[in-house]
């Protein structure tokens, strides 16, 4: 019973543990235009008091006015550095005395408050193509394979916070991704139904997405889509590899032909017999049989030989 207890803590802490520490929320953020408005009416109110004050005609009147205005300007130009440009497709993370405030997603002229400092994360979709690794196979051949991952921020918050640098971070799990797809199937599956890189490409890319998206769920990243863009074996095996696909290619054709020969041998067992064209014995069946096999069978056109007198001569 202590065992079950302290496992499940522990699987609780390990989950507490794994989930992500920050999640992104919109900011708090006004419409940039009546800022910048208000800005430049508190700038010239501010030159204004300035210049009334040079020109007054009492020295209270100058003392006042003078410090008044450049106290206005400098609010004034301080409150507008809270005016930020978001362009479509970015966001901007803010961030109040090193905590988290919010992400900007609205594009346009935006104001948040003029203490944050806002950095910039483009939520563009983005791909990246791995350069051609060489890795071995589940039947330890070496091949040679890259992939096209095409992903975008989801959650800028994560994409910031939780990691040291996301695009790079990406990249770097896309080519263990990629190695680990390739280390558990074969390039060329020998078992029947078995998965293998050439011809379950469909199934295999949707098993690389899938495992990608789990490994840069941390970032905040979403995968849209991900292919190989290259897969061959290694130039030391791929004569050998070559010679053994034409191999296997002749065989399986030869089989596609044993069975279609026997189905049409079958047919015509059948069909005089069914009409009653002629009576054969056993010993006449099997030699029909035999040169039926060689015609359909043989790679080369069949030589006619013309029996002028019966079936037992």
Not at 47 to 72: D, E
Not at 160 to 172: G, I, L, Q, R, W
């Amino acid at each position: 019973m202590t065992n079950d207890s302290r496992s499940g803590i522990t699987g609780s802490k390990d989950s507490a543990a794994a989930a992500p520490a920050v999640r992104e929320f919109p900011a708090r953020s006004m419409g940039g235009g009546l800022a910048l408005l208000l800005g430049l009416v508190g700038v010239l109110a501010g030159i204004a008091s300035i210049g009334f004050g040079a020109t007054a005609a009492t020295t209270a009147l100058k003392a006042t006015l003078i410090p008044l205005g450049v106290v206005v300007v400098l609010a004034s130009v301080f409150t507008m550095t809270g005016l930020n440009m978001v362009a479509p497709g970015q966001a901007r993370v803010v961030q109040l005395f090193g905590r988290y405030r919010g992400t900007i997603r609205t594009d346009g002229l935006r104001w948040v408050n003029p203490l944050t400092s806002r950095e910039p994360v483009s939520t563009r979709v983005r791909n990246h193509e791995t350069a051609v690794l060489k890795v071995n196979d589940a039947y330890g051949n070496p091949i040679e394979l890259a992939a096209v991952v095409v992903w975008r921020v989801e959650d800028t918050a994560r994409a910031v916070f939780e990691v040291e640098d996301f695009a790079e971070f990406v990249e770097t799990q896309a080519e263990a991704a990629v190695r680990h797809i390739a280390i558990e199937y074969p390039y060329d599956s020998h078992d029947e139904g078995g998965l293998s890189l050439r011809e379950n490409a469909e199934e295999i890319t949707e098993k690389l997405a899938s495992e990608l998206q789990d490994r840069v769920e941390a970032a905040g990243v979403r995968i849209i889509e991900s292919r190989f863009t290259h897969l061959a074996y290694a130039p030391e095996i791929a004569s050998a590899m070559l010679q053994r696909q034409q191999a296997g290619a002749v065989v399986a054709a030869r089989r596609q032909i044993v069975e279609g020969a026997v189905g049409m041998v079958e047919l015509a067992l059948t069909r005089l017999a069914e009409e009653d064209i002629v009576d054969l014995d056993p010993e006449r069946k099997a030699s029909m049989v035999s040169n039926l096999m060689v015609v359909l069978c043989g790679d080369r056109a069949a030589q006619p030989v013309v029996n002028t007198g019966t079936l037992y001569q």
